[in-house]
């Protein structure tokens, strides 16, 4: 039931895994590199402004700044309660309107349960999201409780702004109760400093996921724990291609979501605080010659291709023509129902997958700096994640129940691919390594050039050898730039 693909857990460091901008396969070569010359233009532009919005976001008072036309709140939900009861939360979120509706409920519940609180909820897709949140900050109108992802370099730059509120004063005190919630889950939501700025909404975790009968064609053995190399997993490819007829594979290398695990399996990371990123140049070499060798020999799609899969239920996979998707276990229900036929989740390859795998918070809630009802956001906080009443109405929208409790009072709820998930997170948590760094300080450009880099590398505009120079020099530079 969870029919919701959680963009912002896809996008992990900034870009989505199948939300790029879409390229028509029938534009020519030409027309490609002039799209992405702009595109990046236009990125750089984006960067800067909001940046600048953001300084200036940072720098300011509060003040009684209506919202704009295009980020107008709903009608308030609830009971008319006054401030000293509670007062009125506002609450914005990113999600489709099966996740609007359940949320909706659960302030309702919440309203009838705690009379005096009052919402004025927000909600939108996730495009754009995050530039309402700065046009939010630099009108001083902040709502005082948002969906957020700590960790993700959009939203690093509002915590280094001081615009989110440290939590950890509120779980001392008990106003939010974390008893339930493991300390790993829990440290997704620190920042660079150490402090919480955001209390898990789910938990999710990468994955493979695989076409059984496909596999049974060609007389393929199912790698049940996950394949033990890429080598391994390449010489399946070449044979479920022939049964698919078209690819072996998705794109299996997509930057912001593969290379993160890769850089795990050798002990690297992508962010390092002090020079940017933290893979040597044999890394990212033999990153992308997998990708561009596999890519030439048809087993995982060209970049072109792979540019106009805009979300999982688009896939070549749940088309037919794959066998073999990567992706995170919240997508797995919407996968499974668009391809409307059995699939299987399994590990992501090795080698070092245990040290690789992660379980990880899909998206947080967040206190705004500027809030007048902190104690009271705090409080509704702390029952969205731990109450049974309202997890049941959200049937793990947002991610796995991050509480053993929760879960536990959900699963007879659960349909069968839910069932598998949680299955399958009860897995990874046994075969995981601790959670990455937060991302420094300049992750949003160092991620920008990242991908500028990737396209260039893929329609063979440069060399991987150049590519990690120009990455290398650039990013140390950037962040230096954001340490002065």
């Not at 998930?421 to 046994?430: G, N």
Request: hydrophobic residues 35%; contains cysteine; negative net charge.
């Amino acid at each position: 039931m969870l029919k919701f693909v959680d963009e912002m857990y896809l996008k992990g460091r900034h870009i989505c895994i199948y939300s790029r901008p879409g390229i028509a396969n029938a534009f020519t070569n030409t027309t490609i590199r002039g799209a992405l010359k702009m595109k990046r233009r236009l990125s750089m532009m984006m960067i800067l402004a909001m940046a600048c919005i953001l300084a200036v976001a940072g720098c300011s008072g509060n003040n009684s700044a209506e919202p704009s036309e295009t980020s107008k709140p709903t009608q308030e939900t609830g009971s008319t309660g006054t401030p000293e009861a509670g007062g009125n939360l506002r609450v914005i979120w990113w999600g489709n309107q099966d996740r609007h509706n359940l949320t909706s409920e659960v302030l309702d519940l919440y309203s009838k349960a705690n009379p005096g609180v009052t919402f004025t909820p927000e909600y939108q897709g996730f495009d754009g999201y995050y530039q309402k949140l700065t046009l939010l900050a630099a009108s001083n109108n902040m709502p005082d409780v948002f969906q957020f992802y700590v960790g993700a370099s959009d939203a690093n730059q509002f915590i280094d702004k001081g615009l989110v509120e440290p939590l950890d004063a509120y779980i001392e005190s008990g106003l939010i109760d974390v008893s339930e919630i493991g300390e790993s889950t829990l440290s997704g939501g620190k920042g660079s400093d150490g402090k919480i700025y955001g209390i898990p909404l789910g938990v999710n975790a990468r994955v493979m996921i695989i076409d059984p009968a496909a596999y049974e064609k060609v007389g393929l053995t199912i790698p049940e724990k996950g394949y033990e190399s890429w080598e391994a997993l390449y010489e399946d490819l070449k044979k479920l291609k022939d049964v698919t007829g078209a690819y072996g594979a998705d794109d299996l290398f997509n930057i912001a979501f593969t290379l993160p695990y890769y850089a795990r399996q050798f002990d690297q990371t992508v962010n390092a605080e002090g020079t940017g990123i933290g893979f040597d140049e044999k890394l990212y070499t033999d990153f992308f010659t997998y990708r561009q060798e596999w890519a030439k020999e048809g087993l995982i799609p060209k970049m072109d291709a792979s540019m106009s899969v805009k979300n999982p239920e688009e896939s070549f996979l749940v088309k037919g023509q794959s066998a073999v998707m990567v992706g995170y276990t919240s997508q797995y229900p919407g996968v499974v129902k668009a391809a409307g036929r059995p699939l299987k989740m399994i590990l992501m390859p090795g080698p070092n997958s245990e040290k690789a795998m992660d379980v990880r918070p899909g998206q947080h809630f967040s206190i705004s700096v500027s809030s007048p009802n902190k104690e009271a956001a705090a409080k509704f906080i702390s029952y969205f994640v731990n109450d049974i009443e309202a997890n049941k109405l959200l049937n793990a929208n947002r991610g796995m129940p991050i509480t053993s409790k929760v879960r536990e009072s959900l699963m007879d709820q659960f349909d069968p691919e839910m069932k598998e998930v949680a299955d399958y997170l009860d897995i990874v948590s046994e075969h995981s390594g601790p959670l990455d760094a937060p991302a420094p300080a300049g992750a949003t450009e160092i991620d920008t050039l990242m991908v500028d880099l990737e396209q260039q590398i893929m329609y063979d505009q440069t060399s991987i050898h150049d590519a990690y120079e120009k990455l290398k020099k650039d990013a140390a530079n950037i962040v230096a730039k954001h340490k002065q």
